[in-house]
């Protein structure tokens, strides 16, 4: 806690332009916090001096679309060609719930967040399409406006929820057996409270089928070092993602954010 987590997806150069536009046309499910850039595994604003090779718990292997491993290393799978991306992640939001007293029952009881994948189709591109996955979180009736307007103000990582309520008007069947993660408890009273997920890109890697995709595995995160309260930024103040440079393939950062250096930092 304290400090912003990031989802991952790994692409060869060819493939990263045209991810890049699917993540601005879906931003709620695919917030862009930095693009690595091509063949450098170290982040330049989110994580100087940490190595998306080997700094998360554990990673996803896709080729030609197909889960094939998940392994606590990437650097034997690393090449000059791929081109790293952090995504937002809703864990960076998870403290200001604690903070304000509202429920978060994953933690409570020790699991990874629920996930689900949902009948809501994402923006699409020529490659890249699929379902959006949503984590939920459940909430007591009393404890719902007050999440909403807390997360709301973290639109870098998924911002507000999606949906509220009934679990099968966006496709999911049985809230006891999630797609990923663990399912939690939810008591009677409470309200299934749902959020646009990182995890979603990988439900788009399946469908456009590139030859090498790697991904975190599905709550192992990175760790960055920015602190959580730094996203809370006013409209003014934010910087929206570039596309510049797309023609010449050229993934250079261009989303600035004040960092301040983590002695909890897992490198």
Not at 183 to 202: D, K, L, Y
Not at 233 to 243: G, I, M, N
Request: hydrophobic share 35%; proline share 9%.
């Amino acid at each position: 806690m304290g400090y912003v987590q990031t989802n991952l997806v790994i692409l060869p150069s060819r493939w990263a332009a045209e991810f890049l536009v699917f993540c601005q046309q879906n931003p709620k499910p695919c917030p862009v916090l930095e693009v690595l850039d091509q063949g450098n595994p170290e982040p330049q604003q989110f994580a100087p001096a940490a190595d998306i090779r080997t700094d998360l718990p554990r990673y996803r292997v896709f080729r030609d679309g197909e889960l094939v491993e998940e392994r606590p290393d990437i650097k034997s799978l690393w090449t000059d060609d791929l081109v790293g991306f952090l995504i937002g992640c809703s864990f960076s939001f998870e403290e200001a719930m604690l903070k304000a007293g509202l429920t978060v029952r994953h933690i409570e009881e020790n699991k990874n967040v629920p996930m689900y994948r949902t009948t809501l189709n994402c923006q699409p591109t020529d490659r890249f399409s699929g379902p959006m996955v949503v984590s939920m979180r459940p909430l007591p009736a009393d404890q719902i406006a007050r999440a909403v307007d807390i997360t709301g103000r973290y639109a870098q990582v998924h911002g507000a929820p999606l949906h509220i309520g009934e679990p099968a008007e966006i496709g999911i069947k049985d809230l006891a057996t999630p797609d990923y993660g663990e399912a939690v408890t939810i008591h009677p009273g409470e309200t299934p409270v749902f959020w646009a997920c990182g995890v979603t890109p990988q439900a788009a890697i399946t469908q456009a089928k590139p030859e090498l995709a790697i991904t975190h595995a599905p709550g192992c995160m990175l760790v960055t070092d920015v602190k959580n309260e730094s996203l809370l930024l006013q409209p003014q103040d934010r910087t929206e993602f570039c596309v510049s440079g797309l023609e010449s393939q050229s993934f250079k950062r261009s989303h600035p954010v004040q960092t301040e250096a983590s002695p909890e930092s897992r490198r």
